[in-house]
């Protein structure tokens, strides 16, 4: 799958499939300050990803107070 | 494309977020709904608004700003937006053109006042003029020009997006250091007082995560990149370790920030009213140069004004290279 990480953007693939938290665990990225778009669409934790999916993975936090 | 196996909590149909903190899964219209619920309950436990208030919202063209201006239109309340160019380089740039993007798409009404235009000075120039790091000025500025503008456009209330995660991470900040002044001044609402605006926070009931996944649902393009000054500051580390406690124990931020209203926020209250706190009871008087509420002579702003507009233009980059290292 092709997967989009941003600040810095940039763009990495992953080959098989697994499910959201799995990939989120995998590239060591926090779920609370993070959220995963499939084409467009969010999608929850437990989702299925499978190889050819597009994959935006978009950080939440912002940092001034 | 494989579908998500969870369920929507309300209505059994497929889920697109999870929420540890409510042990729940939602659809995007059950999501929109707890978010409206959420507003809505915050609204009216501390009396922020009427519909029949004339609202300013704060806007920076990100998630949560958009969001909540977005939110209070939702519900029905009259809500202008207010953008302030802060001139810090191609972030500036990109986030304005997503305020003036979401304001015409909606046909809102967007002021807009830049920090170099109107005051000779940028974020990145006034960091380096006054030895402060760029979120104590960028800070600083925001608030006077805010305060300043609902006033004088004749705002009854003026709204910023301040999420539970920066409720939490500044609770947190202020727990470590036992500041007991600031501890007593955090609250969602400040009434309005001489030479200040009502201040409301609508999204203190609303996580980061909640408030970007709303943007998402309801097609708002904001910037998702972060401000490249704010890399490294103490609310960014703050709000890491909560998440990390967040993970482990769902709904602790929320019961941190909002247990603190309701349980620790009163105690300090009255402690201040019983002059029994360090609390800042010193009298305001008005700015030798512009009339706003100050301590001193003359304002925090002015004294930005008066240092950075004098000062030659510092580039972004300069200031990230080493501004953090000259406070």
């Known amino acids: ?65 | 494309m494989v579908a998500a196996a969870s369920k929507c909590r309300v209505c059994r149909g497929p889920a697109i977020i999870d929420l540890p903190r409510h042990n729940a899964h939602f659809c995007a219209e059950h999501f929109l709904d707890l978010c409206r619920r959420q507003v809505m309950k915050a609204i009216d436990k501390f009396d922020m608004l009427t519909t029949a208030d004339r609202v300013l919202v704060a806007v920076s063209g990100g998630k949560d700003s958009l969001a909540v201006w977005d939110l209070l239109i939702d519900l029905g309340y009259q809500a202008d937006g207010l953008y302030v160019g802060l001139g810090i380089g191609d972030y500036s740039d990109t986030s304005a053109d997503y305020a003036r993007r979401f304001a015409s798409e909606r046909g809102l009404k967007l002021i807009e006042i830049s920090l170099r235009g109107e005051y000779g000075y940028d974020v990145p120039t006034a960091a380096r003029a006054t030895k402060r790091v760029p979120c104590s000025a960028c800070g600083i500025s925001k608030r006077h020009l805010f305060d300043k503008a609902a006033l004088d456009g004749g705002y009854t209330v003026l709204v910023t997006g301040h999420n539970l995660d920066d409720e939490a991470a500044v609770l947190f900040g202020n727990t470590l250091r036992w500041d007991v002044e600031y501890l007593a001044r955090q609250l969602p609402v400040l009434p309005a007082r001489n030479g200040f605006p009502k201040k409301v926070k609508p999204l203190i009931r609303l996580t980061e995560r909640e408030m970007a996944a709303w943007c998402i649902v309801r097609g708002i393009d904001y910037i998702v990149d972060e401000c490249p000054m704010a890399a490294g500051n103490k609310h960014l580390a703050y709000k890491a370790a909560l998440n990390a406690i967040e993970t482990e124990s769902p709904g602790s931020k929320a019961a941190f920030y909002l247990n603190f209203l309701e349980n620790m926020a009163p105690v300090l209250a009255a402690a201040t009213v019983a002059g029994t706190s360090a609390s800042g009871s010193e009298a305001l008087h008005a700015c030798s140069s512009c009339g706003a509420p100050t301590t001193g002579d003359i304002c925090a702003f002015c004294n930005i004004v008066n240092k950075a507009s004098a000062h030659e233009p510092v580039p972004v980059e300069l200031v990230m290279a080493n501004g953090r290292s000259k406070r």
């Open chain 1, 1 to 65: 799958m092709k997967v989009l990480l941003r600040n810095p953007a940039r763009e990495i693939e992953l080959a098989g499939r697994r499910n959201v938290n799995a990939l989120l665990a995998e590239l060591a990225l926090p779920r609370e300050s993070h959220l995963v778009i499939r084409n467009g669409t969010l999608v929850p934790g437990d989702a299925e990803l499978a190889a050819d999916d597009v994959i935006e993975i978009r950080p939440v936090i912002s940092g001034g107070s």
